[in-house]
């Protein structure tokens, strides 16, 4: 029985301790700033959205350059049965010409204007995709962190649910417990082993997503992740709001799809009027002397202008319709984003709002409480005042309270990250070692 007691109570003894293993000491911690630089720099897809952006900003050049003269030579008015002879016919000449569409003035400015817009909107939704990237890379983050406390905790009570089942056992060996108390152990353990081998499973997938995020080999280790502090968000929505419709990409990428859609429409009203092609020909002449008259064969110069005639109505009317359709379109579509993007920052700060609570209440109470009350169950189960079920409730209490604290915490830093991608900016502070 002395044996038997001693055992048990330096098994209880051992329940809030658990000794940090040797991956924990020797793995650095991951840093999150080097994550999303990484991201930034190797992510293929955000190359691609880069290259698209610049190749449209290599267009702008292109759509006010003027076409290429057209250089001319032909031989006019010789014989057909002598074509190389040019001095039997006084209108015979070779010709050399030159010629150069214009278009009517302005149009080449619009057409700039309507490449730079477009190419605005692919820049500022290449910087959309940043913020979306950096967003991902943030929450994967902070879901490993969950995933590695929530590891941390289910080994711990891992640990004390397999002394509680010796416990139990030695209890039922001499008579003082019941076999039921032993099934309940068991049982519990078995639940967390299942929630150990999902937490598992989830930390693989969240691996897998960022090393799919960085570019990297699917099976990179990914090391551990560093305790935060929770930043304070210090700003108003009326403020928030103002900042996204400032700074966001995707505002200022839409609002370059609308210029561009005007400018199409002054571009459109322009068609209206004819585009010019200015020409110079040189004609070279050989003297002709026949019986009835002698030319010397002077050189000619002609110069001359054609432009087409803007008749066809409807298909320019057309093209202005087409072009103030694409800029109602646009408009409404901004307008669109800006509602989301205030839905999206009201909705956030209260969710925000709800998990700092939610960490405040684990920490300043439900956790010391339940502390307490397992604290409490010990002496009790150990003067035979409360049963093995009671002691075991109180074990789990605290262990629930561990892990939702834990989660709102990740909860936080990851509604945190939405916010700033809804912003497009950074809304975090430096974060201080976390205290738990």
């Known amino acids: 029985m002395k044996r038997y007691s001693a055992l048990a109570w330096l098994m209880l003894f051992?329940?809030?301790h658990a000794p940090a293993t040797a991956e924990e000491r020797s793995v650095q911690p991951e840093n999150m700033t080097a994550l999303v630089a990484a991201a930034v720099t190797n992510n293929p897809e955000l190359k691609a959205s880069e290259s698209r952006w610049k190749m449209f900003a290599i267009r702008v050049k292109q759509a006010g350059a003027l076409d290429d003269p057209m250089i001319m030579f032909k031989v006019q008015n010789t014989p057909a049965s002598d074509p190389l002879v040019f001095n039997k016919d006084p209108q015979s000449a070779k010709v050399i010409g030159i010629s150069q569409?214009?278009?009517?003035?302005?149009?080449?400015?619009?057409?700039?204007?309507?490449?730079?817009y477009e190419a605005d909107s692919y820049r500022w939704a290449f910087e959309e995709r940043k913020l979306?990237?950096?967003?991902?890379?943030?929450?994967?983050?902070?879901?490993?962190?969950a995933a590695?406390?929530?590891?941390?905790?289910?080994?711990?009570?891992?640990?004390?649910?397999?002394?509680?089942?010796?416990?139990?056992?030695?209890?039922?060996?001499?008579g003082q417990g019941a076999q039921q108390d032993i099934f309940k152990a068991g049982l519990e353990k078995s639940k967390m082993v299942e929630m150990q081998i999902t937490l598992e499973q989830q930390r693989k997938s969240q691996e897998a997503t960022l090393n799919y995020l960085l570019s990297r080999p699917p099976d990179t280790p990914v090391g551990p992740v560093a305790d935060f502090t929770l930043p304070p968000v210090t700003l108003s929505r009326e403020q928030l709001n103002a900042k996204a419709v400032e700074g966001r990409p995707q505002v200022k990428s839409l609002a370059s799809l609308?210029?561009?859609?005007?400018?199409?429409?002054?571009?459109?009203?322009?068609?209206?009027?004819?585009?010019?092609?200015?020409?110079?020909?040189y004609m070279i002449r050989d003297a002709v002397s026949t019986e009835m008259t002698t030319d010397p064969g002077d050189n000619?110069?002609?110069?001359?202008?054609?432009?087409?005639?803007?008749?066809?109505?409807?298909k320019r009317q057309a093209m202005v319709a087409e072009s103030t359709f694409e800029q109602a379109m646009a408009t409404e579509e901004l307008n669109a984003l800006k509602n989301s993007i205030s839905y999206t920052i009201n909705e956030t700060l209260v969710q925000l709002e709800r998990r700092r609570k939610l960490v405040e209440l684990y920490k300043g109470g439900l956790i010391p409480q339940a502390e307490h009350s397992l604290q409490s169950a010990?002496?009790?189960?150990?003067v035979g005042k409360l049963d093995f079920l009671a002691l075991l409730d109180s074990r789990m209490n605290l262990f629930n309270y561990e892990r939702e604290l834990y989660e709102s915490q990740a909860e936080y830093m990851m509604k945190l990250a939405q916010l700033e991608a809804a912003t497009g900016s950074d809304l975090t502070e430096t974060f201080a070692p976390s205290s738990r």
Not at 154 to 165: D, I, P, R, T
Not at 302 to 311: A, E, K, R
Not at 378 to 382: A, E, N, P
């Open 14 to 16: 051992s329940l809030g």
């Open 258 to 281: 609308a210029g561009k859609a005007e400018a199409s429409r002054r571009l459109a009203r322009k068609e209206f009027y004819p585009d010019f092609n200015f020409s110079l020909e």
């Open 148 to 174: 590695d406390k929530g590891l941390a905790i289910v080994s711990k009570n891992l640990q004390l649910l397999s002394n509680f089942v010796t416990i139990t056992e030695l209890k039922y060996s001499v």
């Open 132 to 145: 979306e990237l950096t967003r991902m890379v943030k929450e994967s983050y902070y879901q490993l962190w």
């Open 300 to 314: 000619m110069v002609s110069l001359g202008v054609t432009f087409n005639l803007p008749i066809q109505w409807e």
């Open 378 to 382: 010990l002496i009790g189960y150990r």
């Open 101 to 116: 569409q214009l278009p009517f003035w302005g149009k080449r400015g619009l057409r700039r204007n309507v490449a730079r």
